[in-house]
C-alpha cells in the first residue's frame, strides 16, 4: 500500500512498517491510522537505526485505538535502534478508547533518551494494554520518562500491564522516571499492575524512580490505595 502522510504522521495504511539498521529518520509514523474509525491491527518492528520522531503501532482520532481482544491490537517491537526524545505508543486514539495494544522493548542503545512510552493512551478508556522492557537503558538527562502500561484521560484505566526483566533506570540528574501499570486524569483506575523481575533501578530514600500499580491524578479514583482497587506492584 502507498505510504501516506497525514497531518504530521507519516503511515503505511496497516501494512507492518520495519526498520533495521542505517535508517535514520525524524519523522513521527503508523503503521495503523484512522482519523475518524478505528486503527487494529498495526505492527511496527524495529532491529536497528536512529530515530527522532514518535512511533505508534497504530493511530486513531475519534475510534479505538486496538480492539476487544489481543489480536486486534497494535503493536510496537524494538529490539534495537537508538532513539532520542521519542514517545513511543503501542495505541493512541485521541477521543475515543484504546484496547489491548503492546509495546516490547530491549536492546536499545545506551544513549538513547525517551521522552514517554505507552501501550495504550486513550482519550477515553485504556483497557489491557501492556508495555514489556527486557533490556536498555531508559533515561532523560533533562526531563522526566514516562512510563505507562495504558493511560486515560477521561475515562477509566483498567488491566493494562508494565512488566520489566532488565534494563537500566536511572535519570542521573534531578529529573525521575515514572512507571505506571495504568493512570487515569479523571476516573478510576482499576486492576493495573507493574511486573518487576529485573533490572537496575535508581533507589533510596530520593529515589528518582517512582513506580505505581495504578494512579489517579486529579479527581479519579484509586480505590484508596493499589490493594482496593486491585492495582499492584509485583
Known amino acids: 500500500k502507498e505510504s501516506l502522510i ?19 529518520t525524524d519523522k513521527d509514523f503508523a503503521s495503523a491510522f484512522n482519523s ?13 537505526g536512529e530515530f527522532l520522531g514518535d512511533i505508534y503501532g497504530g493511530f486513531s482520532g475519534s475510534g ?5 481482544i489481543a489480536d486486534n491490537g497494535n503493536k510496537v517491537i524494538i529490539n534495537g535502534g537508538k532513539f532520542e526524545d521519542t514517545v513511543v505508543y503501542g495505541g493512541y486514539s485521541v477521543y475515543g478508547n484504546a484496547k489491548h495494544n503492546e509495546v516490547v522493548i530491549s536492546n536499545v542503545d545506551e ?7 505507552y501501550g495504550g493512551f486513550a482519550g477515553v478508556n485504556a483497557e489491557g494494554n501492556t508495555v514489556t522492557i527486557s533490556d536498555g537503558t ?3 538527562d533533562y526531563d522526566d520518562v514516562y512510563i505507562y502500561g495504558g493511560r486515560s484521560v477521561s475515562g477509566d484505566a483498567e488491566g493494562n500491564t508494565v512488566t520489566i526483566s532488565g ?26 499492575t507493574v511486573i518487576i523481575s529485573g533490572g537496575e ?3 533510596g530514600s530520593f529515589s528518582s ?8 491524578n486529579g479527581s479519579g479514583d484509586a480505590g484508596g490505595g493499589a490493594a482496593d482497587k486491585g492495582n499492584k506492584v509485583i
Open 6 to 24: 497525514v497531518g504530521t504522521i507519516w503511515h503505511t495504511n496497516g501494512d507492518e512498517i520495519q526498520f533495521g539498521a542505517g535508517i535514520s
Open 36 to 48: 475518524n474509525g478505528d486503527a487494529t491491527g498495526g505492527k511496527v518492528t524495529i532491529g536497528g
Open 64 to 68: 479505538v485505538a486496538g480492539g476487544d
Open 111 to 117: 544513549n538513547s533518551t525517551f521522552y514517554a512510552i
Open 138 to 140: 531508559f533515561r532523560n
Open 167 to 192: 534494563g537500566e533506570f536511572d535519570t542521573g540528574s534531578s529529573a525521575f522516571v515514572y512507571i505506571y501499570g495504568g493512570y487515569a486524569d479523571s476516573v478510576a483506575v482499576e486492576s493495573n
Open 201 to 203: 533501578f535508581d533507589v
Open 209 to 216: 524512580v517512582k513506580i505505581y500499580g495504578g494512579y489517579a
